[in-house]
């Protein structure tokens, strides 16, 4: 099982950034997806989770109606659309599967939302 993020970076205040997490070594379209993200001298939390096929989603109060979490199961492939940034956004943020019973996690991606 591998996870691998990309497309964090450097973002103003109310801008956008769309992580992707490319995943490999396991069925992709038979498991949940999940983005955590952690702050500077804070403990890791969960932004968002998508079913299997997509049709649902969940997010944290923090960031709900701000991030879309989608998946593309033919590229094996979940997103993390964020929109309207602000400074306690700023984080690494993960992705992880539960797969055959193990938590398998990504290395990261760092988004920084400064001016």
């Known amino acids: 099982v591998q996870l691998v993020e990309s497309g964090g970076g450097l973002v103003q205040p109310g801008g956008s950034l769309r992580p992707s997490c490319a995943a490999s070594g396991f069925t992709f379209s038979s498991y949940a997806m999940s983005w955590y993200r952690q702050a500077p001298g804070k403990e890791r939390e969960l932004v968002a989770t998508?079913?299997?096929?997509?049709?649902?989603?969940n997010y944290s109060d923090s960031v709900k109606g701000r991030f879309t979490i989608s998946r593309d199961n033919a590229k094996n492939t979940v997103y993390l659309q964020m929109n309207s940034l602000k400074p306690e956004d700023t984080a690494v943020y993960y992705c992880m599967s539960r797969v055959y019973g193990m938590d398998y996690w990504g290395k990261g991606t760092l988004v920084t939302v400064s001016s």
């Open positions: 998508i079913s299997r096929a997509g049709g649902r989603t």
